[in-house]
């Protein structure tokens, strides 16, 4: 089936929140953000901007009613700052004026004075001062100590990877107006509706229930409306709730890159040891994650990188431990793969390393190692269903991997300044929030008297086809056409106490509740029929917008059997609940059953490097992909195609500059490359991997927005591994590989920060 968003997109009449027609009367905000990274406050004077023509308020952390407090894991971020600034972005005020133009101008006329404090930026210096947002976690199986001993080859080093700019096509906004009785509707562009209501309600002072979030969709998010879309919600409450207008905010795409917070940056430090036959016996790492000024959602991505320390991998002895740092940058926060991708380049920047110092190819280590059925994850899990070898065989098979190297072998005997690189990234991925208590969600299926049918979920669509997926369980499940169904907004009054959409997991747990309030409508309907038929509801089915009575089909058609039950007063309308069942973990000891299942794949690259220039080309890309059983294959591979971009140009071009001072200096699409069409490698193949899926997933068909982004990690070691056929001593591990980085890397030991 096709996306039903589809058309709306390609005829520009989808609406986003910018779209949304305003109300007389609505009135436009632009937020003041701090210029140091690190600073007390000493004044901020506003008489000038108040003056300015058109500006109707300007609010400070003096005029929040309640708590000026948006923490979402742990409180210890203010809304707007109070007198002291610990990140450059950080939200000092809001002019509200009658144009957006205004307010921006206004804003200007704003004067602070700062006393400056040192900034730090850097994640290893925070955490010798001592300053981290939490507690360091470790997560153990065996004791790597114990081990090095019986290893005949152990080697250490370290590892840097840079953040990433979510550049999500729609920036951040908010659109809020006051309702009547106090109450107050917020639109926004939120992955996680109940986390800005909750917010909204703390920062008012008022009940959850006076605050009513709306989304209908979102031009993209990849984690980074996960938490950071509560702001600007939040901002515009403030305003309305005051001045009891209409208040809209919608971030420029520099106010956007600004103010919000990115993917983290780590460097971290390994140690991994092998057996003489290239088993690998221990590993152990330390993360320096580079949080940012305040927490946002770094415990939980920490978490997940821990979670994913050994890849696809089973090492008997391994310990990992996280220092999530607090630096003077921008709050980090989620962003596709969440931790995970941070904890994978390193153990494959250990891999690497090794297969260098022993003059093995890294897929000889890899393959060796490869998590095999029965098999436990580190955290305690047993792994089950793993198709992580099938993936890799496949792939071996398919691609005729083995030829490819070896034409690539030729290749750079016979060419001295052009090189070509190949690697192979197989990916395991976990699927459930870690937090297990966030895998629960909520439907509300209404049918309506004409045989039409409206869905609710606390599912966001951005892009990635939830709705899409939804029509298709509904329709199912109903037995009747994908077009009798309609999917609601995300609306807090019909689904309450949501998860974000996130962590891979939106079709997957709102798609068993929507199956879950289908299925008790369909039985009520089913005795309807049978009492009609004359037979037993065991012996009805719907399906083909008809009644089957006994296999064998009746007269009744689907709009007359929903007017028959509507004239019986039978409740054409449910809810439905669902939690995941069988996980649970156990924080303090770092062991349990964290995730549904795992999602795997293997992915094959070769890139081709100009030694001269220090340019490169990733020209194929070819995966062999667990999607378990597809229920929508256009729309999972696109999905794939679009993670495995993202997570090239995360290795290869997207880096994030700061300055001494903290000051983000890629702040703007001139200083901040992303993939475009010509990055689009020559070949770009995604091959389902042939199962019959997994039980847990909708309708047998896995999680599909996290795990490919991982496959673009490879992109870094099949460029390093053309360098490295050009230079044999280019052995840093520091992603982006930028063709700056490139060219130093060909000609030197460089590269080292
Ligand atoms: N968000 C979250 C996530 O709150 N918990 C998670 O485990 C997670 N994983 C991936 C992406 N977002
Ligand atoms: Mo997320 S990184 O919001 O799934």
Redesign the pocket.
Known sequence: MKNIDSKGHVTGKSIYLDDIPVRQDTLYAAVLDATVAHGKIRSLKVTEAEKYPGVVRIFTFKDIPGENQIGGIIPDETLLAEDEVTFQGEPVAIVVAESDFIAREARKKIKVSYEELEAVTDPRKAADKGLLLMPPRTFAMGDPEKRWKDCRYVFDGKVEIGGQEHLYIETQGSYCFPLENGNLMVYSSTQSPTVVQRAVAKVLGVAMHNVQVDVTRLGGAF?GK?DQATVWACLTSLASYHLQKPVKLVLSRHDDMRMTGKRHPYSSDFKIGLSEDLKILAYEVTYYQNGGAVND?SP??S??TLFHTTNSYFIPDTKATIYSCKTNLLPNT?F?????PQGMFTIESAIAKAATELGVPASTIQEKNLLKENDYFYYGQKAEQVNIGKTWKTAFREFKILQKQKEIDDFNLKNRFVKKGLALMPVTFGI????TM?NQTRALVHIYTDGSVGVSTGAIEMGQGVNTKMVQVAALALGIAPERIKIESTNTTRVANT??T???TGADLNGQAVLAACKVIVQRLKKVAADINGVKSVEIELRNEQVFAGGKVTKVRWEQLVAEACSQRVKLSETGHYSTPIIYFDKEKGKGHPFAYHVYGTAVLTAKVDCLRGIYEIEEVQIIHDFGKSMNPVIDTGQAEGAVLQGIGYMTMEELAYDKSGRLLSNSLSTYKVPDIYSLPKVMVVKPLKTAGHKLAILKSKAVG?PPLMYGLGAYFAVRNAIHAFNPDFDTFDAPLTPEKVLMGLYGKTGEK
Not at 336 to 340: I, S
Not at 432 to 435: A, K, Q, V, Y
């Open positions: 984690g996960e959602l939980a991505i978490e997940r989620a596709r793969g969440f931790g995970g459930s929030f870690t937090n966030m998860s974000p996130a962590a891979s996290e």
